[in-house]
């Protein structure tokens, strides 16, 4: 098992529509290679883990970045794990607001950041909190 958490930056405004378009498209495709993981989206910014074989992940995460609605992709952490954490989630989904991480005490202070922010993209183990966090 092997797992990549990668941040980046929403190319425009995208609307709710385009959202739902990456996510089905997403989880029709990921149920099929058995990939697993969690999309989060905050103030213009992405955060994605993506979990399962490592080829079909570098494979997956390699089409990702040729996508056009976001940039400024930066890999947090790329990993071999000894089990899934999204177990059954062909891909989660949340748009976070500040309130949804104002009770995380790592957050406290990115809570108007993005997911670009330095504190986020120096503290990996932090990402991988957050992404745990919205698994229920
Ligand atoms: C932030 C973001 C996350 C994405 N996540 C996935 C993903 O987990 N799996 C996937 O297959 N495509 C994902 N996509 C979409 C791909 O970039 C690409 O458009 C899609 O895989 C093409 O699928 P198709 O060849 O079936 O049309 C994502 C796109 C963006 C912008």
């Known amino acids: 098992m092997h797992y990549l958490i990668y941040v980046s930056s929403a190319s425009y405004l995208l609307e709710d529509a385009e959202l739902k378009d990456i996510l089905g498209k997403s989880r029709t495709n990921n149920a099929m290679v058995d990939v697993t993981g969690m999309l989060l989206y905050k103030n213009g910014s992405f955060m994605q883990v993506l979990e399962g074989e490592a080829d079909t992940v570098t494979k997956t995460f390699a089409r990702i970045s040729e996508d056009k609605r976001h940039s400024g992709i930066i890999v947090l952490c790329e990993e071999k794990a000894e089990s899934r954490i999204f177990q059954g989630w062909s891909m989660g989904f949340q748009t976070l607001t500040p309130g949804d991480v104002k009770d995380i005490p790592e ?18 183990h932090v990402a991988v909190k957050l992404l745990k966090t919205f698994y229920q």
């Not at 957050?107 to 990996?124: H, L, M, Q, Y």
Request: proline share 11%.
């Open 107 to 124: 957050f406290a202070e990115f809570k108007n950041g993005r997911f670009t922010d330095p504190s986020i993209v120096e503290n990996p």
